[in-house]
């Protein structure tokens, strides 16, 4: 007998026995499955002419949540076989093939879970340390004139993640919410003169260093004695008696000194191992040894 069976939208004529509809249709080749939509049912009568419709299920595997789900479905589109099957789809999901795509054959949907997070940092901006001159210090003299703070540089950036993986960063904003405020160190300026007593009288100094001291002679200047330059110092003067080695960082060459145990000097010479608050101190020659090497007050005269 002829039966004429309505399938994806197209009719087919089939020859086919039996008693029910389950027979003639198997007997054709044709195996409808539990989720697929039969009208009339399956254990209807077979009956010469009648029409079958046969909405068939078709196969969707998803991929989501590190899962896999597969099911059969009767849903026109990608977005209700995901309803269907229980798979949420936030706004910043992304799925493929899209939601609207409709599913007329075997299907493959991969859902992408996108999340976003924003975070916020805190960096520290270090204070500055300035010096700042006063006339109302001695020279010589230091003080805080301002204890310094840190300030604050914050940022928020935004963190992007795939199925829970990070995949980038990205900078959204950055400001200062605090400003440093510097660390300010007073140095004296005001030279007051005061009066020490030297075994040529008294004698008007500005200011007075702790130094360490040491002795030199024209002889350990490097040079043969028959050497036009032997004696002969930085400044041009002839190394001797009254006549010391600086830092010139320290004390400027020519300033007058006085160095209590020594007497009256000229700094007009430097030296490579004089640096920092050292002095050498100039001796004839073969009178070094009785000075040795010691702390002492090094007054700067006018």
Known sequence: MDVY?????????????????????????????????????????????????????????????????????????????????GVYVGNNDRVQPPLDSPVVEPTTIRVTRVATEILKEEETIEYKVLRQPSNEMEVNTEALGQQGEDGILERTIRVDYEDGQEIGRTLEREWVSKDPVPRIILYGTQVIWRTVDTPSGPAKYRQKLSMYATSYDASGGGKAPDHPAYGITYTGMKAGYGVVAVDPRVIPLYTRLYIPGYGLAVAGDTGGGIVGNRIDLGFNEGETGRWGSRSVDVYILN
Do not use: C, W
Request: glycine share 8%.
């Open 5 to 85: 069976l309505h399938l994806r939208g197209t009719s087919y004529q089939v020859q086919t026995q039996g008693a029910s509809l389950r027979e003639g249709l198997a007997k054709a080749g044709i195996f409808p499955k539990a989720s697929d939509v039969l009208k009339p049912a399956l254990n209807s009568p077979l009956q010469e002419g009648m029409h079958v419709y046969l909405e068939e299920s078709l196969p969707v595997v998803t991929y989501a949540d590190g899962a896999v789900i597969s099911r059969y479905t009767l849903q026109p589109t990608v977005g209700l076989a995901l309803d269907e099957m």
